[in-house]
Each structure stands twice: as C-alpha cells, then as structure tokens.
C-alpha cells in the first residue's frame, strides 16, 4: 500500500500555487469540476474516448477576452483509449509536473484496478487511499466489518438461502452490466430458488457470482443517502459535517412501482423482476429531531475508520442509510469517498452545507474548498494519502 508519507513526498515536489483537481469522468465528475470553478481551481478531466462529449463539448469553460470565466465548468480534458490508462506511468508523470491531486470517485475504482490504485498510481490522492478497497462487499475486511466495529446497525446478514423466513434481498453484480447491479427480492427459499434461475437464464446473473451474493434482511422504509464531509485540517469547530441528502431513481425498479398490482401482474416474464440500476438522484432533508443520530452516525464511522484505517476517513463519504418504522437508521451500504448523487446538489449545494458555510456548497465546493484553506494554512500534507 503506497503509505501517507509517499504522497507527502510527492506533494513536497508539488507548486501549490498551481494545484489542479483531477478525475475520472464519470460518476461525480461534474461536482469536482464545478466546485473546483467556484472555488477558481483549475481541473482536468481523465475521460475515455466516446465518452468525453459532456466535458469536452457541452460543458467545458470557455473565458472571455480577460480570461474570466463566461461558460462552462470543465478546464481540461484527457482523452483515453479507456480509462484505466490513467493509471500509466507516462499519465502520472504528467499528473505529478501538472500538480494534480486527484479525487477518487466510484468510477475511478470500478474501471481501474484496485492492486494498482493501492500500491502503483504515484499520484497524491485527496482522501483516504486505504479505505477504496472495503466498498467491495467480496471482501473479508468490508463496509460491513467497519460497521460492526463502529457499532452501526445494518441489515443482519442471511449466510444460507434456506434460512430465508421473510423479505430478503440478494446483493450481487449484473452479468452483462458489471459496474451496475443484479440485486433481486425474495421471502422464502423456494422464490431464491425460483428467481435465481430466472435470472440466471436471462443472463442478468451468474451462478458463480451468486454463490458469493450478500443475502440481508430487507428493511422496509424511505432510503437516504448521508453525505458527509470530515475536515483533518479544521480547529476549534465540528470537523465533521453533514453536507446534504439524496435518493435514488432506479431502472427499472422505478418503473414497476409506478404501475397499479394488477397491471404488474400481466406483464410477461422477462419484466417479472426489476432490475435496480440507479440512473439518476433526488434531494431530500431528514426530519430535524433525527439529524442527531445521523450526525452520532457520522461520528462513530470517522472513529472507527480512524482506529482501524489510519489516517482514517479524510474529506467526503457517504452512508447510504434506511429508516424503518421504529425511526431507527440502518447502513445497507458506505461510500468512503464522494457519493454517487452528490450532482444533484451541483450549483444550488447541499442545504445543510449551506446553512453551515452561509452559501451555496455542493460536495465538489467543499472538496475544493478544503484544499484551498488547506494551502492557505500549509496543511495540504493532511489531505493526501
């Protein structure tokens, strides 16, 4: 694992005067990007070829005659063959003589390997190096691990398909969409059984990767992902804040709810199952006298992380969190670096992060924002790892 200390050392080299924000382009690229103009931070980002259109096209900044900022949020655009290119030893190079601290998002660590992330990409990563790897449910030392050890709740766990009694969901990737997934319902064996081979036939899921699902308990209630923001460099203030929450739009889980019992029940077979790809995102607020425990969940994440993961948790994570009748929150799954539906809160920002900063700030702003007060305070070494 590249350790703290190297990318200190690399950052040593770094003219902080010059710093660019780099990223996957992908996921929250967007939210990097704009926070980063806010903030006047120039950004680069890394995307692959037929995919760069958004950033390259449509939203890229174009400055007036002064050199101020007219349009657009997105300074500079790499273009790869794919995007697990980046992690090249000439595209480092370059990141390292260009001062890019780079901002891991879910694309970053889906599309490129996870070995290489940890123990080659020589580029100063803003946030917490070590923590990528526990997002992978296939891993012994997991989220869910980390949970336990904060004393989080989260959805008990079902070892043996027979064991099902009530409503469960299964947990695993899609065979044909890797980076989405192949998650389906069940209350009983006997449905495992019934749509495990249902899928399995429609080549949404395979055999092998089922015998490695997460099988949980299904808690019923609204589902809201936190957002927070951990601040190593803040003083005498809350280092932990909560910037805002979202939900999500699911494909095409979305759409069967949206019809009445009885017309679901006429649909032929291949649309039987919904599928749960997320393909877009909401704002959402959490009724006031509940904020406490979600900011005690906060908390007891950033303790754990720092105890078992150290340096611990840095900058943006996200608990992806359901309530259940009794109002109690529990963690289904963790984000440990800027979440999924942050680019809903792109310009407007988050509304308890703007409450909190008396203006407008979106995860992207407050990454930026972080790194800005950071080189001011000659800190940054505290955000790199």
Same mark, same amino acid.
């Given at each position: 694992?590249?350790?703290?200390?190297?990318? #200190?050392?690399?950052?040593?080299?770094?003219?902080?005067?010059?710093?660019?924000?780099?990223?996957?382009?992908?996921? *929250?690229?967007?939210?990097?990007?704009?926070? *980063?103009?806010?903030?006047?931070?120039?950004?680069?980002?890394?995307?692959?070829?037929?995919?760069?259109?958004?950033?390259?096209?449509?939203?890229k900044t174009v400055r007036g005659a002064t050199g101020k900022r007219e349009r657009g949020c997105v300074d500079e655009v790499v273009r790869l063959e794919k995007f697990a290119d980046q992690l090249s030893p000439r595209w480092q190079k370059w990141m390292r003589a260009n001062n890019v601290l780079y901002v891991p998002n879910r694309s970053f660590t889906s599309y490129c390997d996870l070995d290489e992330i940890e123990k080659r990409f020589e580029v100063p990563l803003l946030g917490s190096r070590n923590m990528l790897r526990m997002e992978e449910r296939d891993e012994k030392e997991n989220y869910y691990a980390l949970l336990r050890k904060a004393n989080l709740r989260s959805p008990e766990e079902i070892v043996d398909p027979k064991s099902i009694r009530e409503l469960a969901i299964v947990k695993l990737h899609?065979?044909?969409?890797?980076?989405?997934?192949? @998650?389906?319902?069940?209350?009983?064996?006997?449905?495992?059984?019934?749509?495990?081979?249902?899928?399995?036939?429609?080549?949404?899921?395979?055999?092998?990767?089922?015998?490695?699902?997460?099988?949980?308990?299904?808690?019923?209630?609204?589902? @809201?992902?936190?957002?927070?923001?951990? *601040?190593?460099?803040?003083?005498?203030?809350?280092?932990?804040?909560?910037?805002?929450?979202?939900?999500?739009?699911? *494909?095409?889980?979305?759409?069967?709810?949206?019809?009445?019992?009885?017309?679901? %029940?006429?649909?032929?077979?291949?649309?039987?199952?919904?599928? %749960?790809?997320?393909?877009?995102?909401?704002?959402?607020?959490? &009724?006031?006298?509940?904020?406490?425990?979600?900011?005690? %969940?906060?908390?007891? @994440?950033?303790?754990?992380?720092?105890?078992?993961?150290?340096?611990?948790?840095?900058?943006?994570?996200?608990?992806?969190? !359901? !309530?259940?009748?009794?109002? #109690?929150?529990?963690?289904?799954?963790?984000?440990? &670096?800027?979440?999924?539906?942050?680019?809903?809160?792109?310009?407007?920002?988050?509304?308890?992060?703007?409450?909190?900063?008396?203006?407008?700030?979106?995860?992207?702003?407050?990454?930026?924002?972080?790194?800005?007060?950071?080189?001011?305070?000659?800190?940054?070494?505290?955000?790199?790892?």
């Amino acid at each position: 694992m590249i350790s703290p200390k190297d990318a #200190q050392l690399w950052l040593g080299e770094y003219d902080s005067k010059r710093i660019k924000l780099g990223v996957t382009g992908s996921h *929250s690229a967007l939210d990097i990007c704009d926070g *980063s103009a806010d903030e006047e931070i120039p950004n680069v980002v890394f995307s692959q070829k037929g995919r760069d259109a958004t950033y390259d096209t449509y939203l890229k900044t174009v400055r007036g005659a002064t050199g101020k900022r007219e349009r657009g949020c997105v300074d500079e655009v790499v273009r790869l063959e794919k995007f697990a290119d980046q992690l090249s030893p000439r595209w480092q190079k370059w990141m390292r003589a260009n001062n890019v601290l780079y901002v891991p998002n879910r694309s970053f660590t889906s599309y490129c390997d996870l070995d290489e992330i940890e123990k080659r990409f020589e580029v100063p990563l803003l946030g917490s190096r070590n923590m990528l790897r526990m997002e992978e449910r296939d891993e012994k030392e997991n989220y869910y691990a980390l949970l336990r050890k904060a004393n989080l709740r989260s959805p008990e766990e079902i070892v043996d398909p027979k064991s099902i009694r009530e409503l469960a969901i299964v947990k695993l990737h899609h065979a044909k969409k890797k980076l989405e997934r192949g @998650f389906f319902t069940c209350a009983s064996h006997e449905e495992f059984q019934v749509k495990s081979k249902e899928l399995i036939a429609a080549g949404t899921i395979t055999k092998e990767d089922l015998g490695n699902a997460r099988i949980e308990r299904y808690i019923i209630g609204p589902v @809201f992902n936190c957002n927070f923001f951990y *601040s190593p460099i803040t003083r005498g203030e809350a280092k932990l804040e909560l910037l805002g929450v979202d939900w999500r739009f699911e *494909s095409s889980l979305d759409g069967h709810v949206r019809i009445p019992a009885s017309q679901q %029940m006429t649909l032929p077979p291949s649309q039987h199952i919904p599928e %749960m790809t997320v393909v877009g995102h909401n704002t959402a607020t959490i &009724r006031e006298s509940l904020l406490d425990k979600v900011y005690d %969940m906060g908390e007891r @994440f950033v303790a754990a992380s720092q105890a078992h993961y150290k340096p611990g948790m840095i900058g943006a994570f996200c608990l992806q969190t !359901v !309530v259940d009748k009794d109002m #109690q929150f529990h963690v289904y799954d963790v984000a440990p &670096r800027i979440g999924g539906g942050t680019n809903v809160h792109v310009a407007v920002g988050h509304p308890y992060a703007n409450m909190l900063w008396r203006q407008p700030m979106s995860t992207g702003r407050r990454i930026a924002l972080e790194v800005r007060r950071a080189v001011a305070l000659d800190r940054l070494d505290r955000l790199v790892t």
